[in-house]
């Protein structure tokens, strides 16, 4: 079933480019990803199938993964789990199955923890104009694609709308103080290593990924949002991967680089409203969400994924 957007008996309390969230109580919040894709911060009219499902079901396999290394704000993405815990979801549960998260309540960081792994994306355009990331120099002689001897902590503010913006970690500092910096700091680099040696067991480089942190009721910080997904990374096929160049990735990149020639040849300028997607782009973007799960995870997404 395709959903661009969710209609539930709950109070929607915000509706992202990707999801809606809503209240179910003082403790807890339903997650609801859609198929609604955005590219270059603009949306789609035309959803993309089973993108939803791909994005809640990969954060809840590495939540399980993660299980004990560090607390996070799952409580369930099992469609009948999340309506025998919500009684007001009885008979909506055709909306919730595969793509719907009941997560745990709590405050959210105003800062985008980034880690980068390898030289790419907006890294390596800021590292080729000014041998710099972040505003923090960078050494000589690097190449795109380039695996950075240790992983960059990169942290970036969150925008409600348009580019997120890179920071240093003495921004982030004066944001949060020392002692929470070092821990989001310490966590992320956490996280991302044992995601990147999951993911590589797999055939798949993780070159760079985005956390989000909150904390919850008891004053303790917790993993929340999507977390490894391809919207929040980039993954690239291990077998593939040469430094020097950009690198195929298991994310919307059919649809980027579709967009691409569309504003090349100057039938688009870049704002909203996109061009209508060809069916044939929205069937490759699909085709690659649901390949990154099942490289991932080892198994294809099922329809009745939750």
């Not at 480019?17 to 003082?26: A, H, L, S, T």
Request: with cysteine; proline share 7%.
């Amino acid at each position: 079933m395709l959903m661009t957007v969710s209609d539930l008996p709950l109070r929607r309390i915000a509706r992202g480019k990707v999801r809606d969230v809503y209240e179910v109580d003082g403790d807890r919040l339903l997650l609801v990803a859609t198929d609604r894709v955005s590219a270059y911060d603009v949306v789609m009219a035309e959803p993309i199938p089973m993108k939803g499902a791909v994005l809640t079901q990969v954060s809840a396999w590495w939540f399980r993964q993660l299980g004990g290394l560090v607390a996070h704000h799952m409580i369930s993405a099992d469609a009948d789990e999340i309506v025998a815990a919500v009684p007001a979801l009885a008979g909506h549960r055709a909306a919730l199955v595969g793509r719907a998260m009941l997560c745990r309540r709590g405050t959210v960081f105003p800062i985008e923890c980034v880690i980068r792994g390898y030289l790419s994306g907006s890294a390596w355009r800021e590292y080729a104009a000014s041998r710099t990331l972040a505003g923090e120099p960078m050494p000589e002689g690097l190449s795109e694609s380039v695996r950075l001897a240790t992983p960059i902590f990169s942290p970036a503010t969150k925008a409600e709308s348009g580019h997120d913006e890179n920071i240093t970690v003495g921004r982030m500092r004066e944001i949060l103080g020392a002692g929470v910096t070092a821990e989001l700091e310490r966590l992320t680099r956490l996280v991302y290593g044992r995601g990147r040696d999951v993911a590589a067991a797999q055939g798949i480089i993780i070159a760079d990924t985005k956390f989000e942190f909150g904390r919850d009721r008891d004053g303790g910080i917790m993993l929340i949002d999507e977390v490894m997904t391809p919207d929040s990374s980039r993954f690239w096929p291990a077998d593939g991967y040469a430094p020097g160049r950009p690198q195929p990735s298991f994310d919307k990149q059919p649809l980027r680089d579709w967009l691409d020639v569309e504003r090349h040849a100057g039938r688009w300028n870049g704002d909203a409203p996109p061009p209508p997607l060809p069916p044939e782009v929205v069937d490759a973007t699909s085709k690659r969400y649901l390949e990154a799960y099942r490289r991932l995870t080892g198994e294809p997404l099922s329809v009745a994924a939750g």
